[in-house]
């Protein structure tokens, strides 16, 4: 197939990792150390759109109406540069970029933003990828992209190369009453990115090997208790891999956290609720911001009791959302 002569938009949507992906074996492919499990969400999302012109000099890549310069262009241009070879073409491409984010930031994401462009860009380069393509496609411009193809529940198979690393939907739709309810406590850019945090968890935490032990072991757990619909065990496990994950950093050395004040504040509400017999459970990423595993019934409280402490616009509840589609405007 030939390059498209208008432009392909697709849309993805960000993931919450259950089971976390902290750690490469290969930094060039982004082959990961162990196998992660998320939850694709309805509330964020990306739309890319993406033409190959003859006419272009250089990639151009506008990012919510700005035209990208320096290290953002680049690492755009490097991921076409995976498509280019893959569609057997050179020219240069036009991306447009905007990010669905409610209320401003501190939820933004690789893991949208790459499934959308792996999909306008592998489509308007005249390629017809499979969802597993595409996921290993996702998977080179960024790890949690890979899971983002896919709506609902959703793995990432660690593998050992380029081939047998890929993503794969463990149950699409989700037919229980998931709900993540999202604090945004902080909103400025992240001063570690994830790709510095985990090559400095992997390199320098004596704990690292226990991780990737616990992390096999807790993708089995949580994959089970997703087929059991076991609520309960799915947010325990969830919880304690998100710990983990975090105990690593602090373990690193130089030490370090993205952990807040205000993290421990609403780890600590989190529990409290748990106390008062309200399963609900904490995840939280490469920020301050926390993500509350709960079931529906449960929403209200939980939502009552973060909006008391942290205002009501750090409160934001999401549930279960789509794999990647192509849009036609
Ligand atoms: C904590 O996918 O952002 O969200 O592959 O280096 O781009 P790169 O990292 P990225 O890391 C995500 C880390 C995480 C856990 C997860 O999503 O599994």
Known sequence: ??????PVKARAHT???????????????????????????????????????????????????????????????????????????????SVDTVNHVPTAA??????????????AASRAAGLALSSRDLSRLARRGSGSATRSIFGGFAAWNMGHDDNSSYGYPIE??????????????????KKIS???????????????GAW????TRDFDTVRQAIADKDFETLGHVSEENA???????LSADPSFTYFNADTLHAITLIHELRDAGYPCYCTIDAGPNIKVLCREPAVTAVVTKLQAAFGN????VAHPGPGLTFITD
Do not use: C
């Open 313 to 316: 616009d750090a409160v934001l």
């Open 194 to 208: 994830s790709r510095q945090g985990m090559r400095a968890a992997v390199a320098t935490s004596p704990f690292y």
């Open 15 to 93: 993931n919450i990792a259950l089971v976390k992906y902290w750690g490469k074996k290969n930094e060039q492919l982004i082959i990961p150390q162990n196998s992660s499990l998320s939850l694709t969400l309805d509330q964020f999302y990306t739309d890319t759109a993406v033409q190959f012109r003859d006419e272009l000099a250089a990639d151009q890549i506008t990012f919510n109406g700005q035209l990208l310069t320096d290290d953002g262009q680049r690492k755009i241009s490097r991921f076409l540069n995976v498509v280019r070879d893959l569609a057997g073409i050179s020219m240069h491409a």
């Open 212 to 215: 990737v032990q616990t992390a």
């Open 243 to 249: 710990m983990r994950m975090h105990a690593l950093n």
């Open 106 to 119: 501190g939820l933004a994401s690789s893991a949208s933003g790459f499934a959308a462009l792996a999909g």
């Open 172 to 189: 699409e739709t989700v037919d229980w009453d998931i709900a993540v309810v999202a604090v945004v406590l902080n909103k400025t850019a």
């Open 1 to 6: 197939m030939k390059p498209t002569t208008s």
